[in-house]
């Protein structure tokens, strides 16, 4: 590789979180649960009966976080807001106090010269919502219940009146997979439900959803606004060759990818998912005119990528391995996919058993451009956990991760080189926080946090970043970092 390697100018560098990984003052101003209090809250769902109640209590820290951005010479930073603290409950007013938080954070960045990049959803939904108790379904309520598409959009609203005057970018959810098929599907995460057609459900709900509340924000934000969605398409490769590794592949392609981007980008479902599911739902939830909903034209797409997935036709499918011997489920995050098997890729591994392979990243991105001419893309994630410690004097050395960013962000220049209109990199994380099912055991930030002192001192790949982001250019690789 010839080194450095130029970015576009006005390339945006940033960092991400999400709230409930980072806010804590879980019980403050009037905010209620979420269906992850509830979840951490529950023995045996996370890891060391870990919760976000504190979590890096980036609620009362928010100034010393925003000149910890500065420092490092942030162009943006990506951060969600928390539905139950400004809607308690998921209906009804806004509770003028959460809002306010996001008001200072927003101006906060803003006379840093820092662009906020605002996502509605990342999975924190009101407990409430959840619980279902107005909408009376008997399938429960949450997303596979059609009304919580329509209380997002509300929420979505209310945001954008309040944030709409100092906020451009929008984002509304944030990996929609996760929420539903990690939710309801194989339950490792909030609400922790095993039902093949409620993911399904919800799976299509949080697509409305999202096209529900992009009309809201269309109609509540100045014309300048912009409207994304993130999404985690998977880099899904088959093992051979073989026709039924092809077919294994092309099957967990739909169930990951396609059954977003088929609506968002084409207005239809792919008529192979329809028919690898037909045995558990006639997908009658789907009604006439949530397609038109959904395939609202979007001003830019949000990709995150972690790591590929390895597939092959098998007799049973059992999820990936995970390597810590934690929150193993018997349930499949795969509806319908019956036969196929997951391998562990070849190569080195991250702190979660993730194998590192920046090709994904690149086909992704590749793809995109591929499937959504002129859209312009986003990473807004990308990083990686390692069992970082602080050294005698404090500093905390990770030549691990800075290999990582350097070996994607060199597969992201590959594909800007080759036509992907790649407008931005948002780093995960700005900082080490609660890691979902996880919970503290695993860090992917660029700053290190104490989760006893709360104390943040910014990695050694943290300073690697903002070299970056200050030259707008990857630098060769420095000697004893080894490239993943
Ligand atoms: C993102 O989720 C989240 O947006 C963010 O909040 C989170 O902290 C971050 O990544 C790190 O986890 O699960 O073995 O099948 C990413 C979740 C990770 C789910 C990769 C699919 C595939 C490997 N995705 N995973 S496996």
Redesign the pocket.
């Known amino acids: 590789m010839s080194c450095p390697l130029r970015f576009p100018p006005g390339f945006l560098w940033g960092a991400a979180t ?1 709230a409930y ?1 980072v806010e804590g003052a879980a019980r403050e101003g009037g905010r209620t649960p979420s269906i992850w209090d509830t979840f951490s809250h529950t023995p045996g769902k996370v890891a060391g009966g870990d919760t976000g109640d504190v979590a890096v209590d980036h609620f009362h820290r928010r100034h010393e976080d925003l000149e910890l951005m500065a420092a490092l010479g942030l162009g943006a930073y990506r951060f969600s807001v928390s539905w139950p603290r400004v809607q308690p409950t998921g209906r009804g007013p806004a509770v003028q106090r959460g809002l306010d938080f996001y008001r200072r954070l927003v101006d906060g960045l803003l006379a840093r010269g820092i662009r906020p990049v605002l996502t509605l959803y ?2 924190d939904l009101p407990q409430e919502l959840e619980a279902d108790i107005h909408g009376g379904s008997a399938s429960g309520g949450g997303w596979p219940h059609r009304d919580t598409a329509q209380r997002f959009a509300d929420y979505a609203a209310i945001v954008a009146e309040a944030l709409g005057d100092r906020v451009e970018w929008w984002t509304t959810l ?2 929609p997979w ?1 929420s539903a098929f ?1 939710g309801y599907g194989s339950g490792v995460h909030a609400p922790g439900r095993s039902d093949p057609v409620a993911a399904l459900r919800a799976a299509h709900h949080l697509n409305l959803a999202h096209g529900l509340a992009a009309q809201a924000l269309r109609a509540a934000l100045p014309a300048r606004g912009q409207v994304m969605i993130s999404l ?1 398409p998977a880099a899904v490769r088959a093992r051979s060759d073989a026709p039924e590794d092809l077919e294994a592949q092309r099957r967990i392609d739909a169930l990951a990818t396609r059954i977003f981007t088929g609506p968002l980008l084409r207005g239809a479902y792919p008529a192979d998912l329809l028919a690898d599911t037909a045995h558990l739902t006639d997908w009658s939830f789907v009604r006439d005119g949530d397609l038109t909903v959904i395939k609202h034209p979007l001003d830019a797409l949000g990709i ?1 990528y ?2 590929p ?1 390895v597939v092959s036709a098998g007799t049973d499918n059992a ?2 391995p ?1 390597h810590d011997g934690h929150g193993a489920s018997m349930h499949s995050p795969w509806p319908g996919a019956d036969r196929v098997a ?1 391998h562990q890729p070849p190569g080195d591994r991250t702190a ?3 194998s590192v392979d920046p090709t994904g990243l690149y086909d992704l991105l590749m793809r995109m451009h591929r499937e959504a001419p002129g859209l312009p893309l986003y990473i807004t ?1 990308n990083g990686a ?1 390692y069992e970082d410690r602080p050294d005698a004097e404090g500093a905390v050395h990770d030549p691990e991760r800075i290999a990582y960013l350097h070996a994607h962000l060199a597969a992201a220049h590959r594909a800007l080189a080759e036509g992907a209109d790649l407008r931005g990199y948002f780093l ?2 700005l900082m080490d926080n609660f ?2 099912a996880y919970g503290y055991g695993k860090r ?1 930030g660029a700053v290190h946090v104490d989760f006893t002192t709360q104390a943040r001192t910014p990695k050694a790949s943290a300073h690697w970043y903002a070299n970056v982001a200050r030259t707008n250019e990857l630098p060769a690789l420095s000697p004893g970092v080894a490239a993943p």
Do not use: V
């Open positions: 999400s990984q990342h999975w944030n990996e996760c990690l985690n995150n972690y790591t997935t999820p990936p995970r997951f979660m058993g993730w994630e956990a995960w994380s890691e979902w992917f």
